[in-house]
């Protein structure tokens, strides 16, 4: 009986068919590649189709083609929650070679589409012996937002590859709140600069209630003063309390400072206080910049 239910299935709907028109560039015309693409989004909510072209399409995610990848991560987006049990079930298979193809790609998805239901499959792959699967699992869980991914991002803050604790604290700087504020700025000291931008996205989420902090680290004379300051620069609140410490940075410093900031109060406040003529044009180009 289930033979006869797919032959019937495949002959009114050739999966193979719509699959290489939605994820190949070989197709002449773009809406006959949306329209593949749509269609086969429309067969996987289907109930009546959904576990045929999940099925199908899970088995695709070994492919070597990054544009099939790609399409494949906005075909399950759009099917959004719906496709995650189906990931699920077959994440354990890493891909037909060495590369774990199948696997990252699964961590990747999950990652796009997010929420609390990705933590608990993510989370099972933050020690795997593989960095890059690591890597993998620690951005799914940033991407998650949720904080039930706390108590697994933390070992990875610890990771003796920097590539998988730049990702540990990218996770963290998502889901991060003011009781994660010193390992952020704990992070500022990393040897990773990938590490070092992501506690500053953290701080800077968290905002004013993380303004003390920062300034009693930069009190400190054996701190490095540039990312605690371009902390204290992605924060809106801190716009009084930056003028005195951008005068230890020297002119180089100050500039990648002033790139990162996108407020205007602290870039008027810039452009009051820097004598340094170019950095001053800088500023003010960047303010008319933001009033256009």
């Not at 009114?12 to 070989?26: C, Q």
């Not at 899970?58 to 099917?79: G, N, W």
């Not at 998805?109 to 620690?138: C, H, K, Q, T």
């Not at 992070?187 to 701080?203: E, F, M, Q």
Request: overall charge negative; charged content about 30%.
């Amino acid at each position: 009986m289930m033979l006869i239910v797919l032959c019937f299935f495949a002959s009114e709907h050739d999966l193979p068919r719509l699959y290489d028109h939605a994820t190949t560039s070989l197709v002449q015309f773009r809406a006959e590649k949306d329209n593949a693409f749509d269609r086969l989004v429309y067969l996987a909510q289907d109930t009546a189709y959904r576990d045929t072209v999940m099925s199908f399409l899970i088995f695709k995610f070994d492919t070597k083609s990054a544009a099939e990848r790609h399409a494949l991560k906005d075909m399950m987006l759009k099917i959004g929650e719906k496709a995650i049990p189906y990931i699920v079930s077959r994440i354990d298979y890493r891909g037909s070679d060495s590369e774990d193809r199948c696997l990252k790609q699964s961590l990747w998805v999950l990652a796009e589409i997010g929420g609390d239901r990705i933590v608990e499959p993510a989370s099972a792959f933050i020690n795997d012996p593989s960095w890059s699967v690591r890597s993998g699992a620690f951005t799914a869980l940033g991407k998650s937002k949720s904080r039930l991914a706390l108590p697994y991002i933390l070992p990875g803050l610890e990771d003796t590859i920097a590539v998988v604790r730049k990702s540990a604290y990218y996770a963290l700087s998502e889901v991060a709140s003011i009781d994660e504020l010193q390992l952020l700025i704990n992070g500022l000291s990393d040897g990773h600069y990938g590490v070092r931008y992501a506690c500053v996205k953290g701080l800077e989420r968290i905002g004013a209630a993380a303004i003390q902090a920062i300034k009693a680290e930069l009190n400190d004379r054996r701190a490095d003063k540039f990312f605690l300051i371009m902390s204290l620069a992605r924060i809106p609140e801190a716009a009084d309390d930056l003028a005195a410490y951008l005068s230890d940075l020297d002119p180089p410093g100050r500039y990648l400072v002033y790139e990162t900031v996108d407020d205007r109060t602290i870039l008027e406040m810039s452009a009051e206080w820097e004598r340094d003529r170019m950095l001053n044009k800088y500023v003010k180009a960047k303010l008319y910049g933001l009033k256009r």
